[in-house]
């Protein structure tokens, strides 16, 4: 089962497995991160990272894992694990390939800090890139606003990939207009579909 939780947060379930990715302050974290067995970050941005929610989460449960790239993973701690771009890992029962490395740009070369996507079981969260993977794809989590993306990046973006179909993440930035605008451009290319936040869906 696969549910977003606001902004760039997912939680993948199966059975007593869940495994949560970026669950930041934009997020819905608390219910994100409630019974989680592993969480994947992409970087240390605080829409992407709620890094108070996290320590409660370890404090509740002490096994939780979270993997990420190596400068934030020394930042959280214990329990974090880090990961590089290439390297294939097991979190939560779930085969998982970081890919990827960098953060989109956003002006001047700024914010010039580590990013990683993941591939979970055919699903794909690029963090904050629209890094195209290798490996086939079948959900792909679209970055759909922020002050890196440019919506014809995001279509490009549905096209190199190819998925079977879409959702888009990184969308709290955007008003309802705004949304309906993202969404009418994206809607054209195939399988793309818009899921509320805190809705769920099954892979």
Known sequence: MFTKLGHACVRL???DRVLVIDPGV?????AALSG????LVSHEHADHVDVEALKAARAGNPALTVHTHAALAAELGEGAVAVAAGETFDAAGFTVKAVG???AEIVDGLPGCPNLGFLVDGLYHPGDSF?????????LLVPASG?????GEAVTFIRGVRPARAFPIHDV???TIGLEY????LERETGYARIPAGASVAL
């Open 36 to 39: 989680a067995t592993a969480v």
């Open 13 to 15: 379930q199966e059975g």
């Open 147 to 151: 002050p890196w993306v440019k919506t």
């Open 131 to 139: 890094f195209v993977p290798s490996e086939e794809v079948d959900t």
């Open 26 to 30: 934009f997020s819905e974290a608390e």
């Open 182 to 185: 993202v969404d009418g451009w």
């Open 101 to 103: 490395g960098e953060h």
């Open 173 to 175: 930035h955007l008003s």
